[in-house]
């Protein structure tokens, strides 16, 4: 035998194994609509005590951060690391408003997510638009460059230039990923509407309207307060919070074994339980990140709040049975994959891409 043919082989009963985990959970879970069912419901109280502890830890650090810069800007910065993550937070209260599950009532999630905007500097409705979007066809190969971080196919990589292949190379290195494009995400992105499907005008149009609105307070603050420390403070603070934005959005949805389909062998049960990961953080970030690390139960049903998210996982546990669990430490290690192969049905390295190019061109050859 052939390392070509033991490879093929390898492959062959790989995805055997895949199609009858994929039958298995599609039986087993063919009932989750109900069961999700009771976690759908807003509590006012949980969701106002949220709201509490969050909005005033962050505005009482981001006030000590302004009078520490008279003492240490390396202090300044200790404090805004902490202070991050309460942005983080803010912004989760925000991602609920937009999907109408943090409270009751939609004027109050739309009232509420408004508000939060002007921290985040995420225009509320546009965004909530196109993450609403990104639920309804994720893993959808056909849909993947709205709401979620590019990534191209094995065929698709193959196919390009050198120059395309360069490009690519270049976006998905670490620091353009995890640095870069979280500033062009924050300065440019939230600020032209980037993308005009059927119907998106009114959409488009609040995006300009909540990007005005932030202008304005951010001018009348930066007056009040100085522009420069104003500044200083805030862009650190949005930036930073870009960054461990984009980190989690890479992790729930690319990490080895995640689901990617073409629309017409798609499933939105399968996209949702293996397409986006249960990443299991330290009880202290998972309750500073509002629990998107449980993304395989939020991706089940948008609609069930942040504050119900664990109570679901922890009453069901079939949801994680199913579900690519990741540490931080197994986080960090999905840094190198680049690529989805659609035949091994996961994400691969350049290093692996390379590699079976190798065995290709020489069985070509032979």
């Not at 106002?48 to 202090?75: D, E, G």
């Not at 805004?80 to 009532?105: E, P, Y």
């Not at 870069?180 to 119907?199: D, E, H, M, T």
Request: hydrophobic content about 45%; proline content about 2%.
């Amino acid at each position: 035998m052939t390392k070509k043919q033991s490879f093929d082989q390898t492959i062959a009963a790989s995805r055997l194994k895949k199609a009858e985990l994929e039958a298995e959970i599609k039986e087993k879970l063919k009932n989750w609509k109900q069961i999700i069912q009771a976690y759908q419901v807003p509590d006012s109280k949980k969701a106002t005590i949220q709201i509490i502890n969050t909005f005033l830890p962050y505005i009482a650090l981001w006030a000590l951060m302004y009078f520490s810069l008279n003492w240490s800007i390396w202090l300044t910065i200790g404090i805004g690391v902490i202070n991050v993550f309460f942005l983080v937070r803010i912004f989760i209260i925000q991602h609920d408003c937009g999907h109408q599950s943090f409270l009751a009532s939609n004027k109050l999630n739309n009232t509420v997510g408004f508000i939060c905007s002007f921290m985040t500097t995420i225009p509320y409705k546009y965004w909530a638009k196109v993450h609403n979007h990104h639920h309804g066809h994720t893993g959808q190969l056909e849909e993947r460059n709205i709401g979620d971080i590019n990534f191209i196919t094995v065929e698709e990589y193959r196919g390009r230039s050198s120059w395309g292949r360069f490009k690519y190379r270049m976006f998905r290195h670490p620091l353009v990923l995890f640095v870069v494009a979280p500033f062009w995400y924050f300065s440019v992105a939230n600020r032209i509407p980037a993308f005009n499907l059927k119907g998106w005008n009114k959409i488009r149009r609040t995006q300009v309207i909540n990007n005005v609105f932030i202008v304005l307070v951010y001018a009348g603050l930066a007056y009040l307060m100085g522009w420069q420390k104003f500044l200083l403070i805030q862009l650190l603070l949005v930036f930073a919070f870009f960054c461990v934005a984009f980190w989690f959005f890479y992790v729930q949805h690319q990490h080895e074994e995640t689901y990617m389909r073409w629309r017409e062998n798609w499933d939105y049960l399968l996209a949702s339980i293996r397409g986006a990961s249960y990443y299991k953080l330290p009880k202290v970030f998972q309750w500073l990140t509002g629990n998107i690390g449980l993304h395989h139960i939020h991706h089940l049903s948008s609609r069930i709040p942040n504050y119900n998210l664990e109570k679901c996982m922890k009453e069901n546990p079939l949801f994680t049975k199913y579900a690519q669990t990741l540490t931080f430490v197994d986080s960090v290690k999905t840094v190198t994959l680049k690529l989805y192969d659609e035949e091994r049905e996961r994400m691969i390295s350049f290093k692996e891409y390379y590699n079976m190019e190798r065995m290709r061109l020489a069985t070509v050859k032979a």
